[in-house]
């Protein structure tokens, strides 16, 4: 066994069986299986935070990762695994949500399209393959079965896209895209660290925002107790981006921003 | 150990320690207890849904499943343990939630009360007999001891009645009624699938709904994204029964429906 | 292997893959380790909420103890661990969240504060000790690392104050503060039942309750279905404490009562 280390992730929410269902499944192919369910708040249908959420297996144990934030299942949209050079595996829907995390891991080394029946838990239901397809993909996976043997090769570039690209610094502007916003009502932006660091922005400093029709000036700060209460931060986040949010308050609820909103930092 | 796979359900949503609670009672019991987290976002006192929920163990595992959703907890009501054909035990309230799983998978074998306070975590508080009584019911069942040192057999027919029947098919007409609403807002109803297909109706074609005052025609369909986002749909559900959608919308919200409710499908 | 159960508890709720990077977290480092999700519905910054969830620990297997609500987290607040008499480990910040459990637990041992980066894993981000340092030293000490290794010894007086401390009866009256209300909206106090005990009120009694500038008289029951649906109740809780709740309907939006709010209860 490479790793018996199985996360799943999903728009289920709380409230459905169905993330009892994908242990379940897995258990049932590895008894050996450590599944950590790693995120299932993920907003329904929101592809952004689930390529966001994927990313974050580079904090991870190397493994195998389910991500499923699937609305067009059951139509011919294709059940894919998509292996990156750090040794990791991502299984679910192909629609972009499995394929921001190659970047962070050394990019893709090969991908497949699940079609071989004899790995799927049978009947597949076509409005759950996350149960039927998806999961034991990552139990069979971890018991070693190589990955030729689920389905025909595909090649990267047929893949659907991501759904967002990285943020660049142009001159003293970066024109971003919020990619997930997190209980607190934080947003977290599709810029790098590193590509911020370009920006040679100095701790304490302030930077001007534009977000919808609003203008904003921002600290860009340690961590959210640099400022009071109720301030604005800009931050580097806990996952290799940049966040930006109010201490002890919900940015998304007072600026009334949705995911996949716009944003523009301008150095002054 | 006949198995040892675990399952939890419970209306106690995130926000409640009697979740982990449960999982430390049973590892206290048996260490190499595998403890899945079926669904624990039940709505409170929910039986209907609760009852539902283990219906889907259908597709798991054999094992010994939890249900404490519990409004009766501290009074008479019982504590029991209900064994079905298949292997199964299910252990929880005797408010009728543990009794339409059994349909599913070969009958009651038989049924016992919970009353041998040797296999309880004493004290047991009479607010909260998930840790006191149930989870550590499950927890010696999965070490092998026999269900008649819990207690005193009880006959099926003495048990509390389920909380809903199965609808049937009476010439183009099903009376059915809403068993559970998921996250999404989908209708999941008293319909199994095989008892559906003897009416007879052609992927594609529409049928006649009346719920409440409203009555609306739906398309027969095999996938929500057969239709367009926001439009209607009647599929086969992911658990052997019928569901009513909206395409990547809230039909519970739409048509302000609500668990229990009445629904009345008619072939046209 | 003292033991090999770790608990975490968070303010992250379901929406945050913190919690499944810190279990992560915990296998990179101990693989044979037992985590179970304590809580992670505790509400945004609510220390209160946070200790008494750390107090329902009286009931877990000795172990690990994790309680990330750390809204001064990167700035000059303490990394710590408290050992307990009864042999358990807390690890959290120092703002109080890991100081009511041990008056449960036969009191601190031993405190230190966690200053040895071998133990944590890094980067560790100013924002999330969870992952860069809590998480990480749960597994170490699981591993039977000493406590001494992780850094200096701080004195319990040192330690930032528990939230709150015990209620106690001045001859027919208690003054007491909510520190937690749970999903179903009942409140929990900080009496202990041995406390309250000595108010010598009968079941069935009723006490006199002063919470803002409303007045209640409550039966003082043994489980809520003492009373009917909708009708107030107070009991003893199933975490050794004192709880206030209507039955199956939610106190808490009722009567418009908050975390932390005071409130009087008067034998009559």
């Not at 239901?125 to 030729?148: D, N, T």
């Amino acid at each position: 066994m490479v790793s018996n280390v199985i996360t799943l992730s999903s728009d289920f929410e709380k409230q459905s069986q169905g993330i009892g269902n994908m242990e379940g499944a897995i258990y049932s192919i590895n008894p050996e299986a450590r599944v950590i369910h790693l995120m299932h708040g993920i907003p329904s249908f929101d592809i952004n935070s689930a390529a966001r959420t994927m990313e974050t297996i580079y904090n991870m144990p190397i493994g195998f990762h389910v991500c499923v934030v699937d609305p067009g299942v059951g139509t011919k949209r294709r059940p894919i695994i998509v292996k990156v050079k750090r040794g990791d595996f991502f299984i679910g829907p192909d629609n972009g949500c499995l394929l921001t995390a190659p970047r962070l891991l050394g990019g893709i080394e090969k991908a497949v399209k699940i079609t071989n029946d004899r790995y799927m838990i049978k009947p597949v239901s076509p409005i759950f393959h996350g149960r039927g397809i998806f999961a034991p993909a990552a139990g069979h996976l971890s018991l070693g079965i190589q990955m030729g043997e689920f389905g025909t090769v595909l090649e990267p570039k047929d893949l659907a896209p991501a759904p967002y690209e990285e943020a660049k610094v142009e001159e003293n502007l970066i024109k971003a895209k919020i990619i997930h916003i997190n209980k607190f009502g934080s947003l977290h932006l599709n810029i790098l660290q590193q590509e911020w660091d370009k920006l040679k922005v100095k701790l304490g400093d302030r930077v001007e925002i534009n977000i919808g029709k609003k203008k904003i000036e921002v600290p860009f700060s340690r961590t959210f107790g640099d400022v009071k209460k109720g301030e604005l931060v800009l931050l580097k986040d806990d996952y290799m981006r940049i966040t930006i949010a109010l201490n002890m308050d919900s940015f998304a609820e007072k600026y009334l921003v949705k995911n996949g909103d716009k944003i523009e930092i301008r150095k002054t």
